[in-house]
């Protein structure tokens, strides 16, 4: 099957600092990338809708201008947690479509961010 | 977007067949229902997936009544590593950004 890959696996930073989050489709392209977030022992929540040259979709509830999400090429959506606080320490996970129809969706390794 | 209704866990033991059922009431015409397995600290991994009647692969069977109201997930044979937590989807077939929303999963604990 395809592969979405994501960097860094995990990740530590120090609060208030930024980090950003790599989403690559390795062997296909992606007109339509997915971004949750899931907390110990809970489903994944998502987040935004990222689609290839337009703004990000972002679900109810979550903070656009914290969670910047950027999609500038079919094979590469960034999702960056700005002023980072411990809260929002957590697993996040892309996944991404190949925009033929196919409804499988592909999901990255995920990345774990601890905020201290 | 079709809500999706599972049991939160269940127990099995080495061997046996676990067959998971999910509830999806709402499923529109054009949805198709996915399954996806998940280890802790992982990303979810695609099982199968179907649209109608029956659909197996080299891991697992899908089974879809007429209606299409509920799908079940079958397991043959389980064994200690097929200890995950499993998501039914379902999702809008063409072409598009059709989110993929997921519920809250089945917790399959398996047992020596």
């Known amino acids: 099957g395809a592969v979405v890959s994501q960097h860094p696996s995990r990740v530590i930073c120090k609060s208030g600092t930024s980090v950003k989050i790599e989403c690559r489709s390795l062997?296909?392209?992606?007109?339509?990338m997915f971004w949750y977030r899931q907390f110990p022992k809970q489903s994944l929540m998502l987040m935004a809708t990222?689609?290839?040259?337009?703004?990000?979709?972002?679900e109810q509830g979550v903070e656009k201008d914290k969670f910047l999400i950027n999609h500038a090429s079919l094979t590469l959506s960034t999702l960056t947690v700005t002023s980072a606080h411990p809260e929002d320490s957590s697993f996040y996970i892309c996944?991404?479509?190949?925009?033929?129809?196919?409804?499988?969706?592909?999901f990255g390794q995920g990345t774990r961010l601890t905020v201290v | 977007l079709a809500k999706t209704t599972q049991p939160i866990s269940m127990d099995s033991y080495e061997g046996q067949e676990v067959n998971i059922t999910c509830s999806h009431n709402?499923?529109?015409?054009?949805?198709?229902i996915t399954w996806y397995q998940q280890f802790p600290s992982q990303g979810p991994r695609f099982i199968i997936q179907?649209?109608?009647t029956k659909v197996t692969n080299e891991v697992a069977s899908l089974f879809i009544p007429a209606d299409r109201k509920s799908s079940t997930l079958s397991l043959p044979r389980v064994s200690l590593s097929d200890t995950a937590v499993y998501y039914c989807?379902?999702?809008?077939?063409?072409?598009?950004?059709?989110?993929?929303?997921f519920g809250a999963g089945t917790r399959l604990f398996v047992k020596a």
């Open positions: 996944s991404a479509r190949d925009g033929t129809g196919n409804t499988e969706a592909f």
């Open positions: 062997d296909f392209q992606a007109t339509t």
């Open positions: 990222s689609n290839e040259g337009s703004k990000a979709t972002y």
């Open positions: 709402n499923i529109a015409t054009n949805d198709y």
């Open positions: 179907g649209y109608k």
């Open positions: 989807l379902v999702a809008q077939g063409g072409t598009g950004g059709f989110k993929t929303i």
